[in-house]
């Protein structure tokens, strides 16, 4: 009998406690007989109980490994971290929260098996999405559209399966502003997209608050193209156009009328509007070069305080 492949199973865990027995459950049941697997908690410096049930669960299933980092170092460090410690044939991510249903893993193995190296997700949007969150992952996959140079699809989840020769590929990346969701359609390999419909969050709250999923698209956007910087150019011309309409305008009022003097409103309204371009473009170069501060350090992604992976 030829031995059988392995799986990974990568999930981020963010004060997950609560649902996360649940989640390891129905996960166990998912999995189909077929393979071998190693299920990869990774413990996103959680201020709760996570780690604890995490590592009661380790000790009656011998394929839980953990991760925990030092500290909170955002969902997509915690799917990095996931990606390169795995030790499978190929790794599936999914979160904790059980929107990404487990009940797909065998579909997207399937397609695996059929030759493809990055199986994605698409979450078609329907009821159990609150309407915010329609409103506003629609109105960020078109901005990242718009504003960069990656094709994303509405609705791509971190919900994927990825092939041991892209999880190398991937080992590379080792920038600290990382946008798995930019990144998979930049790499390239063979692809192919599976839809799904997410369900209700089963337990605990959404760690996407306003705040961060708005760091979330500003991060999307500027770490993948330089568009954004082109606005100014834009922005530029569009307000030398109005400067020379309105010039031709005092012209005429100068020569042709009497009363020529009225004009403080106007000298202190165009004031303001060329100020507040100049500050919206010095935000935005500001940003950029923020990035590249940040970037130079080359920090590490994460740090581990603690893991049953043998080093
Ligand atoms: N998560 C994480 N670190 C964070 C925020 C979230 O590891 O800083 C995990 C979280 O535990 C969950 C997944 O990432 O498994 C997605 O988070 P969430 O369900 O809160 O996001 P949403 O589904 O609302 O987009
Ligand atoms: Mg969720």
Same mark, same amino acid.
């Given at each position: 009998?030829?031995t059988?492949?392995?799986?990974?199973?990568v999930?981020p865990?963010?004060?997950?406690?609560?649902?996360?027995?649940?989640?390891?459950?129905?996960?166990?049941?998912?999995?189909?007989?077929?393979?071998?697997?190693?299920?990869?908690?990774?413990?996103?410096?959680?201020?709760?109980?996570?780690?604890?049930?995490?590592?009661?669960?380790?000790?009656?299933?011998?394929?839980?490994?953990?991760?925990?980092?030092? !500290?909170?170092?955002?969902?997509?460090?915690?799917?990095?971290?996931?990606?390169?410690?795995?030790?499978?044939?190929?790794?599936?991510?999914?979160?904790?929260?059980?929107?990404?249903?487990?009940?797909?893993?065998?579909?997207?193995?399937?397609?695996?098996?059929?030759?493809?190296?990055?199986?994605?997700?698409?979450?078609?949007d329907?009821?159990?999405?609150?309407?915010?969150?329609?409103?506003?992952?629609?109105?960020?996959?078109?901005?990242? !559209?718009?504003?960069?140079?990656?094709?994303?699809?509405?609705?791509?989840?971190?919900?994927?399966?990825?092939?041991?020769?892209?999880?190398?590929?991937?080992?590379?990346f080792?920038?600290?502003?990382?946008?798995?969701?930019?990144?998979?359609?930049?790499?390239?390999?063979?692809?192919?997209?599976?839809?799904?419909?997410?369900?209700?969050?089963?337990?605990?709250?959404?760690?996407?608050?306003?705040?961060?999923?708005?760091?979330?698209?500003?991060?999307?956007?500027?770490?993948?193209?330089?568009?954004?910087?082109?606005?100014?150019?834009?922005?530029?011309?569009?307000?030398?156009?109005?400067?020379?309409?309105?010039?031709?305008?005092?012209?005429?009022?100068?020569?042709?009328?009497?009363?020529?003097?009225?004009?403080?409103?106007?000298?202190?309204?165009?004031?303001?509007?060329?100020?507040?371009?100049?500050?919206?473009?010095?935000?935005?170069?500001?940003?950029?070069?923020?990035?590249?501060?940040?970037?130079?350090? !080359?920090r590490?992604?994460?740090?581990?305080?603690?893991?049953?992976?043998?080093?």
């Amino acid at each position: 009998m030829e031995t059988k492949k392995k799986i990974s199973l990568v999930v981020p865990c963010f004060n997950e406690e609560e649902g996360l027995s649940k989640f390891n459950e129905t996960l166990l049941t998912a999995l189909p007989e077929k393979y071998e697997y190693e299920i990869i908690y990774v413990n996103d410096g959680s201020s709760d109980k996570t780690i604890e049930v995490i590592k009661s669960l380790a000790q009656n299933h011998p394929e839980i490994k953990y991760i925990s980092f030092s !500290r909170n170092f955002g969902h997509q460090n915690a799917l990095k971290a996931g990606y390169d410690f795995a030790t499978g044939h190929c790794a599936i991510s999914l979160d904790a929260d059980l929107q990404h249903p487990p009940v797909l893993i065998p579909e997207l193995i399937q397609k695996w098996a059929e030759g493809f190296e990055i199986v994605n997700t698409i979450r078609l949007d329907h009821g159990s999405i609150s309407a915010g969150k329609k409103l506003s992952s629609g109105i960020f996959y078109r901005l990242m !559209r718009r504003m960069s140079d990656v094709n994303i699809e509405t609705g791509m989840a971190d919900f994927r399966l990825i092939d041991r020769k892209v999880l190398n590929q991937l080992k590379l990346f080792n920038e600290n502003y990382l946008f798995f969701r930019g990144i998979i359609p930049w790499i390239g390999f063979k692809q192919v997209n599976v839809p799904f419909r997410a369900n209700e969050r089963f337990a605990g709250t959404t760690k996407y608050t306003l705040k961060r999923m708005i760091k979330f698209a500003m991060t999307g956007v500027t770490s993948f193209s330089v568009k954004p910087l082109r606005l100014s150019i834009y922005l530029g011309i569009f307000i030398a156009f109005l400067a020379f309409i309105y010039a031709v305008y005092i012209t005429y009022v100068y020569f042709f009328t009497n009363h020529a003097i009225a004009g403080w409103t106007s000298v202190i309204l165009s004031v303001l509007a060329v100020g507040g371009i100049n500050l919206l473009m010095l935000g935005i170069i500001g940003e950029y070069l923020g990035k590249l501060f940040i970037e130079n350090k !080359r920090r590490p992604n994460y740090l581990i305080s603690e893991t049953n992976f043998e080093s």
